[in-house]
């Protein structure tokens, strides 16, 4: 019998966005922009607390309109979390600066704030600093944001897997000058592509928003005087999202009730852990994960292996920047002494299906089928 296919992660739709959709049609308002954009933008400052967004083609493009509003330059040194989706890396590269990454810590595997203290005392002339909140989870934010003002230093928080996460109670994107979100196709709302550049400074998103719509000078005709991109969100495409907007603390719940399965699930598996977060924290569990102790005879690789043969979609960790062959040459900073805390979670973990449209029978067979590995 054909096994249907359980997702890692795909996109949930509901009713609104049709609808809103459907309003970019009525008012002709298909391009270029229109009320949705508008309208994703005060939904998103309302529900962040960031004054400012500015809708953008994908959050890979918001961060490269971070670092260019923040005025980084060719040669500058950004530091970056080695443990994340090449994306937060890239757009370093894009205006010509330098990716020094650091490593994780074990409480939240994010950037570590020690890790990143020593990279300033080798690195004092540091121009930014970009950070993700792995998996929803965000990271000892307080603590790298205090590092970043007493070095001067931007901060840009990278909250595109981690919409609607808060720590002590805030907001994540909301600890740096900069915070940016994605709606891509797995992420915990989508708009099938698409991302947003925020902040509570005005001057940030108004130049993204510039820079974004080709750099037209204010004149009749066409005037440059910088170099222009072509990034901004369309009004079917922020339609979609602003119909998501309004499931977003539903799909929370949903993802969170995933984690919580398996946390219970796995309860009595001693070499199993979830990964974890800060006790003041609230994860948005855009993915359930967990590594395996270094003694057990179960890989992640098997896990994977055995859940495939079932058509279920499960994802390795992310492959740490530092170790990827296009960041070869850049330097890498950690404290713990041997194994980087980044490498030794790519190599013991795995992304566990958390598909919010998962049935209570799909987690079951999961479950079974990776208690089975454990001999239970
Ligand atoms: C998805 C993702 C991005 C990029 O977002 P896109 O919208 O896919 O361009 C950036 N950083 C992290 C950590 C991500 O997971």
């Known amino acids: 019998m054909e096994n249907k296919k359980i997702f890692l992660s795909s996109p949930t739709m509901h009713t ?3 609808e809103y959709i459907q309003l970019a049609f009525d008012t002709n308002w298909v391009a270029p922009l229109g009320a949705n954009v508008t309208g994703l933008e005060n939904d998103m400052a309302a ?3 960031i004054k400012h967004g500015a809708a953008l083609s994908a959050g890979t493009a918001a ?3 971070a670092f260019m509003v923040l005025g980084i330059k060719p040669g500058d040194i950004v530091f970056c979390s080695s443990l994340t989706f090449s994306a937060t890396a890239n757009p370093i590269t894009y205006v010509g600066a330098i990716p020094v ?3 994780s810590e074990e409480e939240t595997w994010n950037m570590d704030p020690k890790a990143l203290r ?4 080798k690195y004092p002339d540091a121009k930014a600093v970009i950070s993700a909140n792995l998996y929803g989870t965000p990271a000892k934010l ?3 944001a205090a590092i970043c003002k007493e070095h001067g230093v931007p901060f840009v928080e990278d909250a595109a897997e981690s919409l609607g996460a808060t720590y002590h109670g805030k907001m994540t994107g909301s600890f740096g000058e900069i915070g940016i979100f994605s709606y891509n196709g797995n992420k915990i709302i989508t708009t099938s592509g698409g991302g947003m550049m925020m902040s509570d400074n005005e001057a940030y998103t108004k130049k993204a928003v510039f820079l974004s719509t080709q750099a037209r000078e204010p004149a009749k005709h066409y005037e440059h005087k910088e170099i222009g991109y072509n990034y901004r969100m369309s009004n079917i495409v922020a339609g979609i999202g602003r119909g998501q907007m309004k499931h977003l603390d539903e799909h929370v719940a949903l993802k969170r009730a995933i984690y919580k399965q398996y946390q219970e699930a796995f309860a009595d598996i001693s070499e199993l852990t979830m990964n974890p977060y800060l006790p003041d924290s609230e994860p948005n569990f855009w993915l359930s994960c967990m590594t395996i102790d270094q003694k057990s005879k179960v890989t992640p690789a098997m896990i994977g292996e055995a859940l495939e043969q079932k058509n279920i979609e499960s994802r390795p960790i992310w492959k740490p920047m530092h170790l990827q ?3 070869s040459e850049n330097d890498f900073i950690q404290v713990k002494e041997g194994m980087s805390v980044g490498e030794d979670i790519f190599n013991r ?3 566990l299906p958390s598909d919010i449209k998962n049935t209570p029978e799909d987690m079951n067979q999961i479950i079974t089928i990776i208690r089975g590995l454990f001999g239970k």
Not at 118 to 121: S, T
Request: charge should be negative; charged fraction near 30%; include cysteine.
């Open 118 to 121: 020593k990279a300033f005392e």
């Open 63 to 65: 961060i490269h309109m």
């Open 142 to 144: 307080d603590e790298l």
């Open 47 to 49: 529900y962040t607390g």
């Open 349 to 351: 973990g795995i992304c």
């Open 16 to 18: 609104e966005e049709m």
């Open 101 to 103: 990454f650091i490593d």
């Open 325 to 327: 062959p296009v960041f």
